[in-house]
């Protein structure tokens, strides 16, 4: 129940006003007040017709708010094939965003990543990332490469010749 309600809207005898009235300085919404934008004149409305009352300004009211929207929009999802994953729990020296993730499945609102599981991300968590144009076999494949073409030549690699 709301014990609230009749303490609120009652006046004090001494001050001629309501609590609500000497808080806000505005009457109290009630049944015993008139509403703003009523057709008849009768102040002495019952809980269930002040309720109709009610009811009918705020349908009136939300109709004139989608009116002045238009049509409401929908949102497409982001057309990307390829995202990172925002860290969610991350220490100060490592990256904000993990991984380069194919996307195996959308909707509106989130996306499945291939290599994650069933697990649902929320497309706020992510972000469009370029395909990658070298799978990661083949940049294993030109580093080793590469690591053993200076150890053939003998080569310092920049690690080493910083190390010096």
């Known amino acids: 129940m709301h014990y609230h309600l009749p303490i609120r809207s009652s006046v004090n005898q001494s001050t001629r ?8 300085g505005r009457a109290f919404p009630g049944p015993q007040s008139k509403l703003p934008v009523t057709k008849t004149d009768d102040q002495n409305l019952t809980n ?3 309720f109709h009352e009610l009811q009918s300004l705020v349908t009136a009211f939300a109709k004139q708010v989608t009116d002045s929207r238009g ?5 497409s999802p982001p057309e990307a094939e390829w995202v990172l994953l925002r ?3 991350r220490k100060w020296a490592e990256p904000r965003w993990t991984g380069l993730f194919q996307v195996t499945k959308r909707t509106s609102h989130a996306v499945r990543l291939k290599g ?3 697990t649902w991300f929320h497309w706020s968590q992510c972000a469009a990332a370029e395909e990658p144009h070298r799978s990661l076999a083949e940049i294993h494949q030109a580093l080793k490469e590469s690591c053993t073409v200076s150890a053939d030549t003998g080569e310092k ?3 080493q010749q910083g190390a010096e």
């Open 87 to 89: 860290v969610i729990k």
């Open 17 to 24: 006003f309501t609590p609500h009235e000497l808080q806000t």
């Open 71 to 75: 049509e409401t929009q929908t949102t």
């Open 48 to 50: 269930r017709e002040y």
């Open 157 to 159: 690699t920049t690690d």
């Open 116 to 118: 994650k599981g069933d």
